[in-house]
Nanobody, 115 residues
Framework: QVKLVESGGDLVQAGGSLQLSCAAS??????MGWYRQAPGKVRELVAV???????EYGDSVKGRFTISWDNAKNTVHLQMNTLKPEDTAVYYC???????????WGQGTPVTVSS
């Protein structure tokens, strides 16, 4: 079983920065990432990083967000800069186990960007 602990969601003004973190325990992982879901919208990819260092970003966050994996702490960080009101959403951590590729989700952390 995989346990995820998310942190960092907050209220911030447009143009500001925020960092989300997700600490995982219980399994060897192949990828760690973040998705988000705004009210009335489908959940979408924000960013993901694999165990071999490859990253992928959603088009709307490229150039503004940076994902990184602290292997020593098995924690993924999402540095969000130049935040916009449209970044407002609940952000969910997702990880995949190396064995079996099962996906596990965090409980979500809210990010609100005021204009």
């Amino acid at each position: 079983q995989v346990k995820l602990v998310e942190s960092g969601g907050d209220l911030v003004q447009a143009g500001g920065s925020l960092q989300l973190s997700c600490a995982a325990s219980g399994s060897i992982l192949s990828s760690m990432g973040w998705y988000r879901q705004a009210p009335g919208k489908v959940r979408e990819l924000v960013a993901v990083v694999t165990s071999d260092g490859r990253t992928e970003y959603g088009d709307s966050v490229k150039g503004r967000f940076t994902i990184s994996w602290d292997n020593a702490k098995n924690t993924v960080h999402l540095q969000m800069n130049t935040l916009k009101p449209e970044d407002t959403a609940v952000y969910y951590c997702q990880v995949r186990r190396a064995l079996g590729n099962n996906a596990y989700w965090g409980q979500g952390t809210p990010v609100t960007v005021s204009s």
